[in-house]
């Protein structure tokens, strides 16, 4: 029953015999997922970021407000990982280098703009099961969904203009 248990979980993607298939390119995942940033200082520290954006087969742009620690650890220690759980099955953790786009980000004084260079994607999807939707949240402040958007705009003008 464990081995049969154990066949269920493996991953869908066809791949070498290691842990974690990994993609050769992002998915497209749902604009409103919200991801996991990872940084460290050494130790790790997980927060969650809002509507990441698909900047290429291997780019990922982000906002992050810039008084958060997690800048500040990534501009010291810039690799970083960032799990995206999302609606059409994606579940992957994207591993690179970040980078400071724009700080200040145009348009959003009190946000950055941050580039993820991604070296490796992990591919965690499983075959017993499927990610429907990824994280889920109410907005509470019609303003900063606003405010959310058009710094995502930003983001999609950025990754625009390098391609």
Not at 40 to 48: F, L, M, V, Y
Request: with cysteine; charged share 25%.
């Amino acid at each position: 029953m464990v081995a049969e248990a154990r066949e269920r979980q493996e991953p869908s993607t066809e791949g070498p015999e290691t842990e974690h298939p990994e993609l050769s390119v992002l998915p497209e995942w749902p604009l409103d997922t919200i991801a996991v940033l990872v940084t460290t200082d050494p130790a790790p520290h997980a927060i969650p970021v809002s509507w990441p954006v698909r900047a290429g087969d291997r780019r990922i742009l982000l906002s992050l407000k810039s008084d958060r620690g997690s800048l500040a650890r990534l501009r010291e220690r810039p690799d970083v990982a960032l799990l995206i759980l999302g609606g059409g099955n994606v579940a992957l953790c994207a591993r690179g280098r970040a980078q400071i786009l724009a700080d200040p980000m145009p348009g959003a004084d009190d946000y950055t703009a941050v580039a993820i260079e991604v070296e490796v994607i992990d591919d965690h999807r499983q075959s017993a099961f499927a990610v429907l939707s990824g994280i889920q949240r109410n907005v509470l402040d019609p303003t900063e969904l606003r405010y959310l958007e058009k710094r995502v705009a930003t983001l999609k003008s950025m990754a625009a203009e390098r391609n």
